[in-house]
């Protein structure tokens, strides 16, 4: 089993950036790997994505422009640098991992990624 361990979260003032990290315990089975995010009410919602063989990137349209995602493959690191942040931004952030073999929904669908972190926590203000 994956184990996903976020850092990097806090409390920021509007404008301001944020780097959320995720260290994985391993990624050898890993084909893909995200970001989501859940605020309180809300469902839970892909924010950026990336393929771990290729480098393809996907984003949530609320993000682009704004986040880029990007993995340390030989630290098996996964970051995601956030610019601009607002308080829609706000939301407990998950880091999730995709073993090759899940059954796949699309790539910023959460049901499509079988291993999670216990979030980070980011608030702005």
């Known amino acids: 089993h994956v184990q996903l361990v976020e850092s990097g979260g806090g409390s920021v003032q509007a404008g301001e950036s944020l780097r959320l990290s995720c260290a994985a315990s391993?990624?050898?089975?890993?084909?893909?790997m995200g970001w989501f995010r859940q605020a309180p009410g809300k469902e839970r919602e892909g924010v950026a994505v990336?393929?771990?063989?290729?480098?393809?990137?996907y984003y949530a349209d609320s993000v682009k422009g704004r986040c880029t995602i990007s993995q340390d493959a030989a630290a098996n690191t996964l970051y995601l640098q956030m610019h601009s942040l607002n308080p829609e931004d706000t939301a407990m952030y998950y880091c999730?991992?995709?073993?090759?073999?899940?059954?796949?929904?699309?790539?910023?669908?959460?049901?499509?990624?079988?291993?999670w972190g216990q979030g980070t926590q980011v608030t702005v203000s």
């Open positions: 999730a991992a995709a073993a090759a073999g899940v059954v796949w929904y699309g790539p910023l669908v959460s049901k499509s990624y079988n291993h």
């Open positions: 990336i393929g771990t063989r290729g480098g393809s990137t």
């Open positions: 391993y990624t050898d089975s890993i084909l893909w």
